[in-house]
């Protein structure tokens, strides 16, 4: 059984810096990666990493955030630096099984940047 087990949400101020983390048991994922979704907007990518190797990022995190993986522990984690407002979020991990390309999903943890 897949399970996705999140991490690392908090309250910070502008700014401020945050680490989320998610464990991935059950399977091999060939992606892992965070989206996120804001009060009445859509669900959207933030970064995914590839087992590879290569990463790929929104336009609106490159440079502030930094996506990296541990293929031995099945972790993810996103280390997001100078938090703006606008990231305040729901943030979901998100993984995508190797042999069946099915997607999983982590029940999310919140981010909230505010002052």
């Known amino acids: 059984q897949v399970q996705l087990v999140e991490s690392g949400g908090d309250l910070v101020q502008p700014g401020g810096s945050l680490r989320l983390s998610c464990a991935a048991s059950?399977?091999?994922?060939?992606?892992m990666g965070w989206y996120r979704q804001a009060p009445g907007k859509q669900r959207e990518l933030v970064a995914k990493a590839f087992s590879i190797g290569s990463t790929m990022y929104a336009d609106s995190v490159k440079g502030r955030f930094t996506i990296s993986r541990d293929n031995a522990k099945n972790t993810v984690y996103l280390q997001m630096n100078n938090l703006k407002p606008e990231d305040t979020a729901v943030y979901y991990c998100n993984a995508v099984e190797r042999l069946s390309n099915k997607n999983y999903w982590g029940q999310g943890t919140q981010v909230t940047v505010s002052s």
């Open positions: 059950g399977s091999a994922f060939s992606i």
